[in-house]
Antibody, heavy 118, light 108 residues
């Protein structure tokens, strides 16, 4: 089955760090660029980061630049989001999604919830 | 950054009637627009890309149109399962990828 499964979310205090993971299966992960998106409660989706298929190119939203780092391990079919200096504004459901040609993209994962609380 | 504006915020439509959702870009994005459907507790689901191409498995009652800055998603005959929030997203000028604020479609 073609799927993306996120994990690693949880409750974290402001200033803390967290690493999210996204496990891919059912498709050739190493052929796809990948994105992280997030969605705060009651809000629309927000793009967070991009990583190329080879892992050599990354882009970040201004809101997370310098605090978040995205990486991947194609041998493990896995995508990661390392989040540092978390604030209340980072509270959201985090989704991984494939990039590239729309015709071939697997559906978004179901998300992992990150809650930053003081 | 390309700002995407959706209207209306909420749309109430009777079963079997047509629903028309609008999305406007702050600058030209050619046909680089996607539409997503999101139901409560679920991830966004791709409906349309390239402004008018239906994604795999999407029913024919969903259609997209538009070019440059003005786009429309039409549901030709609303079904109960179409009650959801719909988002447009541009992928022409990025980073960042940007979404509209969403239109909630409810059954009248």
């Amino acid at each position: 089955e073609v799927q993306l499964v996120e994990s690693g979310g949880g409750l974290i205090q402001p200033g803390g760090s967290l690493r999210l993971s996204c496990a891919a299966s059912g498709f050739t992960f190493s052929s796809y660029s990948m994105h992280w998106f997030r969605q705060a409660p009651g809000k629309g989706p927000e793009w967070v980061s991009y990583i190329s298929a080879s892992g050599t190119a990354m882009h970040y939203a201004d809101s997370v630049k310098g605090r978040f780092t995205t990486s991947r391990d194609n041998a493990k079919n896995s995508l990661y989001l390392h989040m540092n200096s978390l604030t209340d504004e980072d509270t959201a459901m985090y989704y991984c999604a494939a990039g590239g040609a729309f015709e071939d993209r697997p559906p978004w994962g179901q998300g992992t919830l990150v809650t930053v609380f003081s | 950054e390309v700002v995407m504006t959706q209207s209306p915020a909420t749309l109430s439509v009777s079963l079997g009637e047509r629903a028309t959702l609008s999305c406007r870009a702050s600058q030209s994005i050619s046909s680089n627009l996607a539409w997503y459907q999101q139901k409560p507790g679920q991830a966004p689901r791709l409906l349309i890309y390239g402004a008018s191409t239906r994604a795999t498995g999407i029913p024919a009652r969903f259609s997209g149109s538009g070019f440059v800055t003005d786009f429309t998603l039409t549901i030709s005959s609303l079904q109960s399962e179409d009650s959801a929030v719909y988002y447009c997203q541009q992928y022409s000028n990025w980073p960042p990828l940007t979404f509209g604020g969403g239109t909630k479609v409810e059954i009248k």
